[in-house]
């Protein structure tokens, strides 16, 4: 599978590659989950998909990964 076949394609080449990508999904899914608030408005409908909300972040510049 290459990674234009994946929905997120541009969110992953945008923070360097697959493995960057899960580990900003799981710091940040971590931190919502301890009350952090979403930093792009999260849809209107009460259930939403907090994996997209994160790939909104990532494709707005709010989340990258440290680079010593």
Known sequence: MTL???QYAE????????YNFVTIINRRM??????????VQPP???N???IDLIVKEIEAGFLVI???
């Open 4 to 6: 234009a076949n994946t």
């Open 11 to 18: 969110a992953i080449t945008k923070v360097g590659g697959y």
């Open 30 to 39: 971590k931190e919502l989950n301890n009350g952090q608030p979403p930093m």
């Open 44 to 46: 209107a409908e009460k």
């Open 48 to 50: 939403y998909d907090r």
């Open 66 to 68: 440290a680079q010593n």
